[in-house]
């Protein structure tokens, strides 16, 4: 930091070293003294208004009263950042070994990799649509068929949220989202109240979507709901493209998941029910 010196303060300390030292000429034993110019401490910086100040009046004393004081405490430490809500859950079994991990404060980061492709993409939208950090590995026995690592990774994610949400505090626990994906029109409405149930109607025209069974996706959403304590409604207003139902049916249930996870600021941490509690029992 460059300490600027105001004129007027300048030409004072000029003048009085001129005088001293041809007085000093004069009579060499006089002591040559000058003025001292109340310098700061480098480390410290000037406010606007003591600059003005020293402008206005050079002879007046500096005032440091608006500087920072080093009393010889410790600076202040800053809080490390909040991790966010973290779910991590592994299940084994004999059919399958599943990992999960779920970031409700993420910011859409999805990882998933179950030897299901078409599942892999839906968890996809999960994250995208729901801005959870969604990591899934699984292995299972899928040369018998999809069913089991598809449960599987459907119990481990709702058991993964579930850890995640913890006491519930200061959430908004509702949910509720209709998205349109072309044709297709999907309404879901959630509410995280330690209860389980499904309310699912989706009426999916064919057999199959590539190679996945398009009867997985209720099973998937009843395993879901069945370890987080998820009341979930999935309704279908319209669709033709199998696809498209499905796609829309879960980037409409992430965008409900969103909603209720998020914080109410009105709520002040408060537990959203009037009992004073939620919980999955």
Wanted: proline share 7%; glycine share 6%; aromatic share 6%.
């Amino acid at each position: 930091m460059e300490l600027s010196i105001p004129p007027r303060l300048l030409s004072i300390y000029s003048t009085s070293t001129a005088a001293a030292t041809a007085l000093l000429k004069t009579n060499p034993r006089i002591p040559l003294r000058f003025p001292s110019i109340p310098f700061l401490p480098l480390q410290h910086s000037l406010s606007p208004f003591t600059l003005k100040q020293m402008n206005n009046n050079s002879h007046s004393p500096l005032c440091c009263s608006s500087l920072p004081q080093n009393n010889g405490s410790p600076p202040p430490t800053l809080p490390s950042a909040n991790p966010g809500r973290i779910g991590e859950v592994e299940r084994v079994t004999k059919e399958t070994n599943v990992w999960v991990k779920i970031n409700l404060d993420g910011t859409g980061v999805a990882n998933s990799s179950t030897s299901i492709p078409f599942l892999d993409h839906m968890l996809d939208q999960l994250a995208s649509h729901g801005l959870f950090d969604v990591h899934v590995k699984a292995t299972g026995d899928i040369h018998i068929d999809d069913h089991h690592t598809n449960e599987d990774v459907a119990l481990a994610l709702g058991t993964a949220l579930l850890q995640a949400l913890g006491d519930r505090k200061g959430i908004n626990r509702f949910g509720d989202f209709s998205a349109p994906l072309d044709e297709a029109l999907i309404h879901v409405s959630l509410d995280l109240s330690g209860r389980p149930h499904l309310s699912y109607d989706l009426n999916i025209p064919t057999a199959r979507v590539g190679t996945y069974d398009t009867q997985l996706v209720e099973h998937f959403f009843q395993s879901l709901v069945n370890t987080s304590g998820m009341t979930l409604h999935i309704r279908q207003l319209a669709g033709k493209n199998s696809h498209h139902i499905i796609e829309a049916t879960f980037k409409a249930f992430a965008r409900a998941l969103r909603q209720a996870t998020e914080y109410d600021p009105r709520r002040l941490g408060t537990i959203p029910s009037s009992k004073g509690v939620l919980s999955r029992s």
